[in-house]
């Protein structure tokens, strides 16, 4: 696979951001809002916003099941904050009615960092992505309260009080962050990303 076309769901959150990131990546990024845009990607970034929101938008234009099918064949997908919280299999402190996609083995907590006046910045050091720290920015970000088994934690938060709260994760084809990687300028997670769809 020469260039991956990977889509962006475009229901809410930063969609243009992480158009822009996987364009500098090597891939063909494109807009997914119809069931139909979902059989020609072969990969699926799931961007921030607000995961109720996001829920009930997905399940608005048809798109739960389509997604979810394509997920469980094996799709690769990343999720950058509520992206973490649709493919997460458990919620913490969801509401009653909230669905994910699902498929990674962890329990999130929603806003775990505290509200939107809470968001901060930390540097993380990733060794999939290298020596150099990644700048990450938490915007009402969740955190990842429980792992399973074939889960690889590849980030934790540093210092201060939240030191040690996993914010970024692996399983196969799914990858997750608690940050928003498309609004710094540093491409190293969305390139990491585009390979593994091209080893997909």
């Known amino acids: 696979m020469t260039t991956p076309t990977i889509g962006v769901l475009a229901v809410q959150g930063d969609v243009r951001e992480h158009l822009v990131a996987?364009?500098?990546?090597?891939?063909?990024?494109?807009?997914?809002?119809?069931p139909e845009e979902i059989e020609g990607i072969d990969g699926l970034v799931i961007p921030g916003g607000e995961s109720t929101v996001m829920d009930k938008l997905v399940r608005t234009f048809g798109l739960h099941e389509p997604l979810r099918a394509?997920?469980?064949g094996g799709l690769p997908a990343y999720g950058s904050c509520a992206g973490m919280i649709?493919?997460?299999?458990?919620?913490?402190?969801?509401?009653?009615?909230?669905?994910?996609?699902?498929?990674?083995?962890?329990?999130v907590r929603r806003n775990a960092?505290?509200?939107?006046?809470?968001?901060?910045?930390?540097?993380?050091?990733?060794?999939?992505?290298?020596?150099?720290?990644?700048?990450?920015?938490?915007i009402r970000a969740p955190w990842v309260e429980e792992t399973g088994a074939a889960?690889?934690?590849?980030?934790?938060?540093?210092?201060?009080?939240?030191?040690?709260?996993?914010?970024?994760?692996r399983q196969g084809n799914l990858l997750a962050t608690s940050f928003h990687p498309e609004v710094t300028g540093d491409h190293r997670v969305h390139s990491y990303?585009?390979?593994m769809v091209r080893s997909a």
Request: proline residues 3%.
């Open 22 to 34: 996987l364009e500098a990546a090597g891939a063909t990024g494109v807009r997914v809002r119809r």
């Open 70 to 72: 394509r997920l469980t």
């Open 86 to 107: 649709m493919l997460a299999d458990r919620i913490a402190d969801g509401r009653d009615d909230q669905q994910t996609l699902g498929g990674l083995d962890i329990t």
């Open 113 to 138: 960092f505290g509200r939107q006046v809470d968001s901060f910045e930390a540097d993380l050091h990733i060794r999939e992505l290298g020596p150099e720290p990644m700048r990450a920015v938490f």
């Open 151 to 169: 889960v690889r934690v590849l980030a934790r938060v540093e210092s201060g009080p939240a030191a040690g709260r996993v914010v970024a994760v």
């Open 193 to 195: 990303f585009v390979a």
